[in-house]
């Protein structure tokens, strides 16, 4: 049985709950308290990531820290479809690592606001929105563009891949570190998304896509 080091609301945690929903995959969650008891930075889980960092699984004794390795190392695990993370397809393969990394910016700025607004770390919001901005305009370029060749999703695959994951969390929450989506409409339609997927998991502040909303696109639909 898989364990996750976890905190219900990190958004990193909560990249590795998602896939284990699309998955439908079994985990026992230790919770670690990030805020206020600063948890992760105690002896104790110092001892299974001496990082400091949220999350980390163990499976079976197999130890792995970060939310983008776990990602991939979960896909390519317990995946027998091979589509969340597609190893078999060189160019895709690339292109889900580059989101990977341009997941990791957001969390450096969008996170980062959140942190400071919603957990009182002591940090350059200023820059951090101006960041997260910078990367959202990017991101809603990118998700625009796609749309208008019948594609849905970061990746040119007819299904979501670890990419999607890996950018979804900290973009959903990002309005709790200021940084505000109504001027990025294909990121929200992207979201819309992501939250009719199979097997969705929500956490607080993050719901499922409801009733009233227009069906999902597909792919070629748009």
Sequence with gaps: ????????????????????????LA??????????????????FLRINPLGQLPVIDDDGFVLRDAQAILTY??????????WYPVSDARLLGEVGQWLAFADSITATASAARLHDS???D?????ARAGAHRLFR??????????????????PAPQPTIADIACFPY??????????LQDYPAIRRWCDRVKRIPGFVPMPGVFPAGPGLPPPLTAGSV
Aim: with cysteine; hydrophobic share 45%.
């Design 1 to 24: 049985m898989i364990r996750l080091y976890d905190y219900e609301l990190s958004g990193n945690c909560y990249k590795i709950r998602l896939l284990c929903g699309f998955l439908g």
């Design 27 to 44: 985990y026992t969650s230790v919770p670690i308290e990030f805020h206020p008891g600063r948890a992760h930075k105690g002896a104790d």
């Design 74 to 83: 979960l896909a390519a695990r317990y995946d027998p479809a091979r589509t």
């Design 119 to 121: 957990f009182f770390h």
């Design 123 to 127: 940090l350059d919001v200023d820059a």
């Design 138 to 155: 990017i991101l809603d370029a990118h998700l625009w563009f796609a749309e208008q060749e019948g594609r849905i999703w970061l990746c």
């Design 171 to 180: 973009v959903i929450l990002s309005e709790e570190g200021g940084i505000f």
